[in-house]
Each structure stands twice: as C-alpha cells, then as structure tokens.
C-alpha cells in the first residue's frame, strides 16, 4: 500500500470513528460509543472537532441514480478554448442539476465532469443546449458509464 501522509491530529480512536460512520453513517453516537467502549460525550466531542478540523466534510444520503429514473451516465472531458476559462465554466456548470461533479483536470481536457440523464436524449440536450454555450467550452467527450464496479471512502 503507499505511504498517505496522515494527518497527525487525527489519532486511533478518531480513526476508529471515521471508519465506524463510513460503514453505516446513520449509527446512533450512542451505538458508537458503545461498540467503541466508550462514552456518548467523546464520540459527540470527537465527531464535531473532526467537522470543525474539515476532516469531516458533512454527512450525507447516497442515492442511486438509475433507482430515481437517471438511465445514462457519463464522464464528460471539457476542452477550453482558453485556459482562464476554466473557472468560469465551473461556476455555470454548478447551475445545471445534472452535473454532479467537476474536476480540474490536467491533460486534453480543462474539467472533467459527471452528468447523470434521464437517457441519451436528455444527456444530448444538456451537452448541446446548455454546456457547449457556456463562453469558453471548446468541445466535449463523454465517456458513458455501464455502472460503478465499486466505489469506497479514504483510506483513514
């Protein structure tokens, strides 16, 4: 495995607690605090410096997309006509709903994004109608996904 510089401010039992809620992020504190041996107040103690620290992000529900009627999935490459650009494209691309991520990315293309549609007809519309008016956009190419082999939180 490679070496992941580890924040030293993060020790066994945060660890312990990081792994515990991403196994099951809906686990009462009180079941934590129990499975870890030890008290309800450390967990909550611990859970918020974490937050605070930005090594908790939030908490969130995981959808599948094809269960809520999103048929087609791409990765989509974005090739700017200028490199500047690029944050401006990503702000207009946060508006469109069906953009659910977006990297920086070096290489051919500026950003690397993931849109979720209803099915290919839709995944068009989005490409033509609203991404490629974004100023800036140069051209795309998308990469469709036949599904997700596995997807696993950081290793802690």
Same mark, same amino acid.
């Given at each position: 495995?490679?070496?992941?510089?580890? %924040?030293? +401010?993060?020790?066994?039992?945060? =660890?312990?607690?990081?792994?515990?809620?991403?196994? +099951?992020?809906? &686990?009462?504190?009180?079941?934590?605090? =129990?499975?870890? %041996? &030890?008290?309800?107040?450390?967990?909550? #103690? =611990?859970?918020?410096?974490?937050?605070?620290?930005?090594?908790?992000?939030?908490?969130? @529900?995981?959808?599948? !997309?094809?269960? @809520?009627?999103?048929?087609?999935?791409?990765?989509?490459?974005?090739?700017?006509?200028?490199?500047?650009?690029?944050?401006?494209?990503?702000?207009?691309?946060?508006?469109? !709903?069906?953009?659910?991520?977006? /990297?920086? @990315?070096?290489? %051919?293309?500026?950003?690397?994004?993931?849109?979720?549609?209803? %099915?290919?007809?839709?995944? =068009?519309?989005? #490409?033509?109608?609203?991404? /490629?008016?974004?100023?800036?956009?140069?051209?795309?190419?998308?990469?469709?996904?036949?599904?997700?082999?596995?997807?696993?939180?950081? !290793? @802690?």
């Amino acid at each position: 495995m490679a070496t992941i510089k580890k %924040n030293e +401010n993060i020790d066994f039992l945060d =660890r312990e607690i990081i792994q515990k809620l991403s196994e +099951n992020g809906r &686990i009462a504190f009180s079941d934590l605090a =129990r499975e870890l %041996n &030890i008290s309800n107040s450390l967990v909550h #103690l =611990r859970v918020r410096k974490l937050q605070e620290s930005g090594v908790i992000t939030g908490f969130s @529900v995981k959808l599948d !997309p094809k269960q @809520v009627g999103f048929e087609t999935i791409t990765y989509t490459g974005i090739v700017t006509k200028e490199a500047h650009f690029s944050y401006s494209i990503a702000e207009k691309l946060k508006q469109i !709903p069906e953009v659910v991520e977006c /990297h920086w @990315v070096s290489g %051919n293309y500026a950003l690397f994004i993931k849109i979720v549609a209803a %099915n290919n007809e839709e995944l =068009r519309k989005i #490409l033509y109608e609203q991404i /490629h008016q974004i100023e800036g956009v140069g051209s795309t190419d998308s990469f469709f996904s036949f599904g997700s082999a596995f997807e696993k939180n950081l !290793p @802690v």
